[in-house]
């Protein structure tokens, strides 16, 4: 479960990117944020992350309160969330395998569950006939799948997606949402940020949409 409690950000440069927001998200749910150029949406996903700290409020994130968290924490804090960005963010002199490998290596998992689990984890994206390939040769598609493979290899409770599809065509980023769909089938709470109101309206979800820092809707949209 996701919860903040009146929420308020301000950055140091003095931007008030979010301004009272409360919303709770269940475990299991699939939810939407939307919203103009700055209105909050990453600043969110940052407070989720305890990337960053909000000004006043309460945050819950996987049932773990952030404010009370202590530093030494949030390492471990972390691995219950995935996260994957518009730019996929890959290490780009490594192949696809490594890539995915290199987020359990970090965390100190053994040789033998992560030659068990990256295998079972490209499959699942649909790539495991490119283990090898670098990822500086794949498609835009091709590396958001292996940043998902990769955000989800440490089993995360929840999945963060900002903008997942920004750099995508329109059927690429349709193909992206079924996986996230699935994703979210299996179990995992899908957090994502976009612009695109086709997609919302095509995955009929639930929609949190931001105005300029402050809450502005939360509704289900009805799916077309
Ligand atoms: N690190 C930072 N320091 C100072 N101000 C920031 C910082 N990050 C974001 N902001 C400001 O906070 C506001 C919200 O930014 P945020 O990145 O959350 O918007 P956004 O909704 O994700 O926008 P976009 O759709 O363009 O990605 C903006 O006014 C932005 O300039
Ligand atoms: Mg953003």
Same mark, same amino acid.
């Given at each position: 479960m996701i919860e903040l409690n009146d929420v308020s950000k301000v950055y140091e440069r003095g931007s008030r990117a979010l301004k009272n927001v409360s919303l709770r998200i269940e475990d299991g749910e699939f939810v939407f944020i939307m919203g103009r150029s700055g209105a909050g949406k990453s600043t969110l996903v940052r407070l989720l992350m305890k990337e960053t700290e909000p000004t006043s409020g309460s945050i819950?994130?996987?049932?773990?309160?952030? $404010?009370?968290?202590?530093?030494? +924490?949030? =390492?471990?804090?972390? *691995?219950?969330? %995935?996260?994957?960005? +518009?730019?996929? *963010?890959? @290490?780009?002199?490594? $192949?696809?395998?490594? $890539?995915?490998?290199?987020? +359990? *290596?970090?965390? %100190?998992?053994? %040789?033998?569950?992560? *030659?068990?689990?990256? =295998?079972?984890? @490209?499959?699942?994206? %649909?790539?495991?006939?490119?283990y090898k390939a670098n990822v500086s040769e794949l498609s835009g598609g091709e590396q958001q799948r292996v940043a998902i493979a990769r955000a989800l290899v440490n089993r995360p409770k929840l999945l963060l997606a900002d903008e997942p599809t920004g750099n995508l065509d329109a059927r690429t980023a349709d193909e992206i949402m079924q996986l996230l769909e699935e994703i979210n089938r299996g179990g995992t709470t899908v957090l994502v940020i976009t612009h695109s109101r086709e997609i919302v309206q095509k995955m009929g979800k639930r929609v949190i949409v931001l105005d300029r820092g402050m809450l502005k809707s939360d509704r289900e949209q009805v799916q077309l």
């Open positions: 819950i994130v996987n049932d773990i309160s952030l $404010n009370d968290m202590r530093r030494s +924490q949030i =390492p471990k804090f972390r *691995r219950t969330i %995935g996260v994957v960005f +518009q730019d996929f *963010r890959l @290490l780009r002199h490594l $192949n696809v395998y490594e $890539n995915v490998a290199f987020a +359990q *290596r970090v965390i %100190g998992k053994t %040789g033998r569950e992560i *030659r068990e689990s990256v =295998p079972e984890m @490209l499959t699942m994206v %649909g790539l495991s006939s490119k």
